[in-house]
């Protein structure tokens, strides 16, 4: 079946440093994928997503490339901030007409000043 | 426009006892699901569905039961609540079940079976 794997965490970073979470999955037919983030307290919020191989999507800084070769959808972003310090969820719609996503067991991401 | 909202946000239950999530959205959405977090396992589906009237399993359904009695709620249910039960649930939603859709989550409820 459809799966994900995201690397495991936490992530510690220094303030402007450079950022990697490694996301790769398993899936049948072309799935569109999708990197949520889930701020302290809150619930998740998409944060930026690609339907098709070979697009990037981006948001606030962060980028990912929907890589069909290498079935990966690796989020980075040059220059973090203590206000990105959140929990990262990368996730794949499960195809169908469902809408269903099935996602990754989440990065957690720790910017230091 | 309140999006995705979740009554109530926390609740302890002593093992066995029962209880009803709502889940509510204004956004005018067809298709409704809940989740259950927990640690180093990200979000897994609970149950979902696809309209007013309609609901489906997913991937964790059991000890869970759900209706979708009108197009802007979903309930979730627990008969008889287990320790196993202790999570953060999250509802979310989206307008139609096309896989490149954007899902608007609620802000979770945390529930502790004692």
């Known amino acids: 079946g459809n799966s994900v794997t995201q690397m495991e965490g936490p992530v510690t970073l220094s303030e402007e440093a450079f950022l990697t979470i490694n996301c790769t999955y398993t899936a049948t037919g072309y799935p569109s994928l999708f990197w949520y983030v889930q701020y302290p307290g809150e619930g998740l919020q998409l944060l930026l997503k690609?339907?098709?191989?070979?697009d990037k999507g981006s948001n606030k800084g962060f980028e990912a490339t929907y890589r069909k070769e290498t079935t990966s959808f690796h989020l980075e972003k040059g220059s973090v901030q203590v206000s990105d310090s959140a929990v990262y969820f990368c996730?794949?719609?499960?195809?169908?007409?469902?809408?269903?996503?099935?996602f990754g067991q989440g990065t957690t991401l720790q910017v230091k000043p | 426009n309140a999006g995705v909202t979740q009554t109530p946000k926390f609740r302890v239950l002593k093992t066995g006892q029962s209880m009803t999530l709502l889940c509510a959205q204004d956004?005018?959405?067809?298709?409704m699901y809940w989740y259950r977090q927990d640690p180093g396992m990200g979000l897994r589906l609970i149950h979902y569905?696809?309209?007013?009237?309609?609901?489906a399993k997913g991937e964790v359904p059991d000890g869970y039961n759900v209706s979708r009695l009108k197009k802007q709620n979903f309930l979730l249910g627990l008969e008889s609540a287990a320790p196993s039960q202790t999570s953060v649930y999250f509802c979310a939603s989206i307008g139609v079940g096309r896989g490149t859709d954007t899902q608007y989550f609620g802000p979770g409820t945390r529930l502790t079976v004692l």
């Open positions: 569905s696809v309209g007013e009237g309609t609901t």
């Open positions: 996730a794949l719609s499960d195809g169908g007409n469902t809408g269903k996503l099935i």
């Open positions: 956004m005018n959405h067809e298709y």
């Open positions: 690609a339907t098709k191989a070979d």
